[in-house]
């Protein structure tokens, strides 16, 4: 359902409640007069009847119409009350999903002008490289370089790229490949290739004794510490200490990545997992992105039927903490 279909539905919705709350409140006042008429009427015919009101036979027909009387006010009120109710829930329902609605073409909104920035970005950087190629008959030093530069940037894209594919194909066509691997040596790889990227980035790793070993999927456990790691420098700053801790239990392995950058708010420690979630407006964001990371790791850890926390870091920062299984159920 597109934007304005669901507006209008919307506005429908208000118009209906407008219009039957009233109507219905009016069908109530009338309908509970009748049954004061009627049982005035009839408690009329009654007296009329039994000319005696001291006799047990006119207390008893009394004490069976007001019963009558009291039944169908009861059945007045509960009719309408339950009426309004259900037309109550049915408006909620239709609003949160108008709300739903609104968020997710908002958050796809931002995604495409984030995904426009981030191709352009490499793109722009590589043509400038070739260009400068073009007009100038670099050596040495300078040549090195400039060709290391656009190799990062054409890392960058590759990257991104993965990313996409991967977000598009990780809920139904992506099969994990489990191999017998630690978790370790795909730690370092990631910070190898990082400080390729980042050469300022500030990476402390603090491992626990042995190897880290167990099943996993080494390309999707890859992504999930590429991208917590990236992240983590993003919102920090290069020079920002990022420190990574390994621990082992009986059951499993607990990688947590520490951030001392502008954390995560309570209400958005959830949110963060889902598909396209970046908060703000992408026209006002400084740092970039394109919000399909975190969904990539929750998806991967799910995967491998761990688990992963947000916490708060202390004095600030963030904190992720992963757990793997060492076998899988």
């Not at 030093?141 to 940037?153: C, F, P, Y």
């Amino acid at each position: 359902m597109d934007r304005k279909k669901t507006r209008n539905l919307r506005i429908l919705s208000h118009i209906i409640v407008v219009y039957m709350l009233p109507a219905f409140i009016w069908w109530g006042i009338l309908l509970t007069q009748r049954n004061n008429e009627l049982y005035e009427t009839k408690l009329e015919l009654l007296t009329a009847k039994y000319p005696n009101a001291e006799s047990t036979a006119f207390n008893t027909a009394k004490a069976t119409l007001h019963k009558e009387y009291k039944r169908q006010r009861i059945m007045i009120v509960g009719e309408g009350a339950s009426f309004i109710i259900a037309l109550l829930i049915g408006i909620s329902f239709i609003n949160r999903a108008y709300s739903r609605e609104i968020e997710a073409i908002r958050q796809k909104r931002n995604f495409l002008l984030a995904i426009t920035h981030e191709l352009k970005s490499p793109l722009a950087s590589i043509g400038l490289i070739f260009e400068t190629f073009k007009k100038r008959n670099l050596q040495g030093a300078d040549k090195t370089k400039l060709v290391n530069h656009g190799l990062i940037e054409t890392e960058r894209l590759s990257t991104l790229i993965k990313n996409l594919l991967l977000s598009a194909q990780i809920d139904k066509s992506y099969q994990p490949d489990f191999q017998d691997t630690d978790l370790n040596s795909i730690i370092n790889k990631v910070i190898e290739d990082i400080l390729k990227k980042h050469e300022k980035a500030n990476i402390i790793v603090k491992p626990s004794p042995g190897e880290l070993a167990g099943k996993f999927d080494q390309f999707g456990i890859y992504s999930v510490f590429y991208n917590l790691i990236e992240n983590a420098i993003k919102y920090s700053g290069e020079n920002a200490p990022i420190t990574i801790v390994t621990n082992t239990s009986q059951d499993g392995y607990t990688v947590s990545v520490f951030d001392q950058g502008i954390g995560i708010s309570d209400g958005e420690k959830k949110k963060v997992f889902q598909q396209f979630y970046r908060s703000g407006q992408e026209e006002t964001r400084r740092t970039k992105g394109t919000g399909i990371g975190l969904y990539i790791v929750k998806k991967m850890v799910d995967l491998h039927h761990g688990k992963i926390d947000v916490l708060d870091n202390s004095p600030n920062g963030t904190i992720f903490r992963v757990f793997l299984p060492k076998l899988r159920p």
